[in-house]
């Protein structure tokens, strides 16, 4: 009776089922209000770096434990934790229930992990702005993590295949010669087991995705100086704005040391020795023009991001100013433009906003490669584009520069693949408060073709 007893103990003695609809609050319409009450993030450091030891759970546990203690939020409010993760651990692919877990919350909460490539966190968010709108939750976080430096190198197919029928399709009850014989002529020699690395590169395409990002300059005539530029430019808007930066971040434990701030972000470039540097993807002679300068790094990191229901704010005390008015995600064909589908999507959004260009205050672009935020500004301003890829014989018009990533963007700060979404929406959000502004358009590209846009609204 007492072991029974003790497994009891391990169960929620007071499971919750919460009516979302006593704790949401709706507008005119009966659609239930979302708003961004605040988001928190690790440190983006550089991959095999000071966090090389951290894997994707132990990030996300620290940016949602980080979250929770800025925000002094009482974790049984909590309905959702939804985390992206692109690099995925096949021990532990939920990764936003092993952070429950991990983190001790409430046991009612179930975890959903997310992957889309590099639209993983902001898709996560939006989910979780779902379930609020359709009443389903009243309170959810929601987010996402990477560490490449954790990734699993994935073992050749057939040596894959070999063992899994030795071990559990029945090679090993032949007998110990017939069974290792057996797992030999699948698997081949020991030469042909070495573990393959991850590759940034496109299954449907073969090509990695700086070779497509050196694609989209040729096509639309994007300069080597120009990428140089902007790329240089990310750094120098992320050092500026380096001290309301920290106040995104939450430290994190790491190998016996505190990392508590990003270390990609270089107060210093020499224009001269980036214009010196080689093209990474492809040979000059063959149209190479993106380099290490003008593409993200490799990056470890997690972002989280409190949303809840207007009245549940409100009586919680937190803000209820900033919302989504509007998201939207497409895609177009990998080849050869893997990276333009945000173009096709910043239109429909605002369509989808009842917005124009102009009415956007401040643009979140996620910088993969300069080269891709280049081209995706020029083709909206292309007739061409816009009658190719849009059905409309006018164009999308001009993103001013001076509104894109006014605290840098992922060349400088870097980009944790999921993590990258909620590093979007939280300084979005900031920034609105801070300037008193109405609109932001964020948008982030990803691989298969994708895109995704949201826009943001601070109301008075």
């Known amino acids: 009776?007492?072991?029974?007893?003790?497994?009891?103990?391990?169960?929620?003695?007071?499971?919750?089922?919460?009516?979302?609809?006593?704790?949401?609050?709706?507008?005119?319409?009966?659609?239930?209000?979302?708003?961004?009450?605040?988001?928190?993030?690790?440190?983006?450091?550089?991959?095999?770096?000071?966090?090389?030891?951290e894997d994707a759970i132990a990030l996300g546990a620290a940016a949602v434990g980080g979250l929770v203690n800025?925000?002094?939020l009482d974790p049984n409010?909590?309905?959702?934790?939804?985390?992206?993760?692109?690099v995925m651990n096949s021990n532990a692919p939920n990764l936003a229930r092993e952070i429950v877990i991990d983190l001790k919350l409430p046991t009612h909460i179930p975890g959903t992990t997310v992957s889309i490539a590099c639209l993983s966190g902001l898709?996560?968010?939006?989910?979780?702005?779902?379930?609020?709108?359709?009443?389903?939750?009243?309170?959810?976080?929601?987010?996402?993590?990477?560490?490449?430096?954790?990734?699993?190198?994935?073992?050749?197919?057939?040596?894959?295949?070999?063992?899994?029928?030795?071990?559990?399709?029945?090679?090993?009850?032949?007998?110990?010669?017939?069974?290792?014989?057996?797992l030999f002529s699948i698997a081949g020699g020991p030469s042909k087991w070495a573990p393959k690395a991850p590759a940034i590169a496109e299954r449907s395409t073969g090509r990695t995705m700086g070779y497509h990002a050196d694609l989209m300059a040729e096509i639309n005539s994007i300069s080597r100086q120009d990428q140089d530029a902007f790329a240089i430019n990310s750094h120098k808007k992320a050092t500026e704005a380096r001290q309301l930066i920290r106040q995104e971040i939450v430290a994190v434990r790491s190998d016996g040391k505190v990392v508590d701030d990003d270390d990609l972000i270089r107060s210093k470039v020499n224009p001269d020795k980036v214009a010196k540097l080689k093209p990474a993807f492809r040979k000059e002679k063959d149209h190479g023009t993106v380099n290490a300068a003008s593409s993200s790094a490799l990056t470890d990191?997690?972002?989280?991001?409190?949303?809840?229901?207007?009245?549940?704010?409100?009586?919680?005390?937190?803000?209820?100013?900033?919302?989504?008015?509007?998201?939207?995600?497409?895609?177009?064909?990998?080849?050869?433009?893997?990276?333009l589908a945000p173009a096709v999507a910043i239109p429909r959004c605002l369509s989808k906003a009842g917005l124009t260009l102009d009415d956007i205050d401040i643009f979140e672009?996620?910088?993969?490669?300069s080269a891709q935020v280049l081209a995706t500004l020029k083709v909206l301003e292309s007739k061409d584009f816009a009658q190719k890829f849009l059905g409309q014989d006018e164009p999308v018009g001009k993103i001013p520069?001076?509104?894109?990533?006014?605290?840098?963007?992922s060349i400088a700060i870097g980009h944790p693949f999921a993590a990258t979404g909620g590093r979007l929406v939280t300084t979005a959000a900031n920034l609105l408060r801070r300037t008193k502004?109405?609109?932001?358009?964020?948008?982030?590209?990803?691989?298969?073709?994708?895109?995704?846009?949201?826009?943001?609204?601070?109301?008075?």
């Open 1 to 53: 009776m007492d072991r029974l007893h003790r497994i009891k103990g391990h169960l929620d003695p007071n499971p919750v089922c919460k009516a979302a609809s006593s704790a949401s609050s709706t507008t005119a319409s009966g659609k239930n209000v979302c708003v961004i009450v605040d988001g928190a993030r690790t440190p983006f450091s550089k991959s095999f770096g000071s966090m090389m030891r």
């Open 70 to 72: 800025k925000t002094k």
């Open 77 to 86: 409010h909590v309905d959702q934790l939804i985390m992206g993760n692109v």
């Open 123 to 182: 898709e996560a968010i939006y989910q979780g702005i779902c379930q609020i709108e359709h009443g389903d939750a009243s309170t959810v976080i929601a987010g996402g993590s990477d560490s490449l430096s954790s990734g699993q190198m994935s073992l050749p197919a057939n040596l894959t295949l070999a063992l899994g029928k030795y071990s559990m399709g029945g090679g090993n009850k032949k007998g110990l010669y017939a069974g290792l014989s057996e």
């Open 301 to 339: 990191g997690a972002s989280a991001v409190l949303l809840m229901s207007e009245r549940k704010a409100a009586a919680l005390g937190y803000p209820t100013d900033v919302i989504c008015k509007a998201y939207v995600k497409t895609a177009v064909e990998p080849f050869p433009q893997l990276l």
């Open 365 to 369: 672009i996620h910088e993969a490669f």
């Open 401 to 409: 520069l001076s509104k894109v990533n006014l605290r840098g963007g």
């Open 437 to 460: 502004k109405r609109y932001a358009l964020l948008s982030v590209c990803a691989a298969g073709g994708i895109g995704g846009v949201m826009i943001l609204e601070r109301r008075s």
